[in-house]
């Protein structure tokens, strides 16, 4: 599952102590051994890499081969820890390479804290600029924008993630009509569905996951006003415009719907599982929004194969059909790294090489490198029809939102969704009114974007 776990707040003050104000630091764009981009980079000498990775993604047999292939290199694994990586920060000692996702970026690059790889890639003959997926732009930054400018990481694998998972064996005669795998459709044709199936089929008591159980809820939006030209915030990003802005108001009030009918998975209507995967493989839960990366689940899986399809990407409002990763789980590697050079030897196999390969071929994700895209497993119904699905949606991929540099986030969670969930339940159960949980939304939001912005 492709998550954000390095999401602790980490205040500007240990920052700047530990991290970038340190005498000696590494600016962005150094390379301690490559001053440009046409350099050669030289081989790394004895020494050792320090990677913060979960061993679900970087397994102990990998980490074996990698040290086979470079004896000269030691791979110190750490496990992911959010406090951790804070104590480690604030002491000037973050780990070589960690890994993140696009809602984390502005924040590392705007305080120096990430390497610019641009050099690397391009005296690479296994990590192509050319032959990376848009994905990868989440990595770039510059000016206060994502998507331009250097390159400071790649994504692992990612998704196209507002596509939709469909359990067919639950719509079997209700007479409902479901989309096929490319077919376009709306999100009023979704909300058309699932209220039909909560009427026909009174044994499904979970119909839809909606962004996460609404852990990724400001970013599902993000993706639908992008898609009317809209935005949560202003350039500046110092605020949140949610109660006098239509389109936001609009988009939260749609998704809000499914909890107020208690059609979703939210503490109006909580699942004991947390979250719709193993629901959606036991055949408990109707439809579930995540990307390519959930055809995973159904590996292994006989029942959930047969049943399972996966559907493009609802279009919101009539606007553009998008359909843009909203994690962008990758890796990136810090300024402060001693030595650049071992530290890119990991990243680069890591991204490249065989761990890139096996990541394609178990169908966890959408490979970084478009040449990988050969890869993906078809050996089953589900395989194939999630492939078709993936091909179509990708031209609608190439979309790169535009996360605030001041919402540090909380685990998987911004502050906006944090207070999303905090005041869900009341608003569900009609204790507050729609308008009244907007206002303490946008009032927490913008509360944690003053902190943000002091640091």
């Known amino acids: ?45 004895a020494t050792k890499v320090v990677v913060m990775a979960t061993t679900g993604e970087l397994s102990k047999a990998q980490v074996e081969q990698f040290q086979k292939l470079n004896p000269n290199i030691e791979i110190e694994q750490i496990p992911v820890d959010p406090a951790r990586f804070q104590a480690m920060m604030a002491a000037g000692q973050p780990p070589d390479i960690w890994r993140t ?27 192509r600029p050319a032959d990376l997926t848009p994905a990868n732009d989440y990595y770039r930054f510059k000016n206060g924008k994502q998507g331009v400018g250097p390159r400071y990481g790649m994504v692992k694998d990612w998704s196209p993630d507002e596509t939709v998972w469909i359990n067919m064996d639950l719509f079997r005669k209700t007479g409902i009509e479901i989309p096929g795998p490319t077919d376009k459709w709306t999100y009023e044709d979704l909300w058309e569905i699932a209220n039909k199936l909560k009427a026909k089929n009174k044994s499904v008591k979970w119909i839809l996951d909606v962004a996460n159980s609404y852990a990724w809820i400001d970013r599902h939006v993000m993706v639908q006003l992008a898609a009317v030209g809209g935005s949560l915030y202003p350039k500046d990003f110092k605020r949140i415009n949610i109660t006098k802005n239509k389109a936001a108001l609009e988009a939260f009030r749609y998704s809000y719907g499914y909890s107020r009918r208690k059609m979703d998975l939210s503490p109006a209507n909580p699942n004991p599982d947390g979250w719709s995967g193993p629901g959606f493989t036991l055949g408990k839960v109707a439809m579930t929004q995540y990307g390519y990366w959930f055809n995973g689940m159904m590996t292994g899986n006989a029942k959930a194969s047969s049943f399972a399809r996966m559907l493009t990407a609802p279009v919101w409002k009539n606007g553009k059909a998008l359909d843009p990763t909203i994690t962008a789980t990758g890796w990136v590697i810090s300024a402060r790294t001693k030595n650049p050079e071992a530290a890119w030897e990991v990243f680069e196999w890591y991204m490249g090489k065989q761990p890139a390969r096996e990541r394609a071929a178990g169908g966890w994700g959408v490979p970084a490198q478009l040449s990988l895209l050969d890869r993906l497993p078809e050996a089953t119904a589900v ?47 009609g204790k507050i009114s729609f308008d009244e949980f907007m206002k303490r939304v946008e009032r927490d939001s913008n509360i944690a974007i003053e902190v943000g912005q002091r640091g």
Do not use: C, H
């Not at 690059?109 to 990590?127: G, I, W």
């Open 1 to 45: 599952m492709t998550t954000d776990p390095l999401g602790a707040p980490i205040s500007r003050r240990a920052l700047v102590k530990g991290a970038i104000g340190a005498a000696g630091v590494a600016t962005v764009g150094s390379l301690a051994g490559a001053s440009s981009a046409g350099a050669r980079i030289r081989r790394a000498s």
């Open 101 to 127: 996702g696009a809602p984390l970026v502005p924040q590392w690059a705007s305080r120096n804290q990430l390497l610019n790889l641009d050099p690397f890639f391009a005296n690479s003959d296994v990590v």
């Open 383 to 429: 395989q194939r029809n999630a492939k078709k699905t993936l091909l179509a949606e990708l031209p609608k991929s190439k979309v790169v939102l535009q996360y605030n540099p001041y919402l540090v986030g909380l685990g998987d969670s911004t502050a906006v969704a944090l207070a999303y969930q905090k005041y869900l339940l009341d608003a569900a159960n």
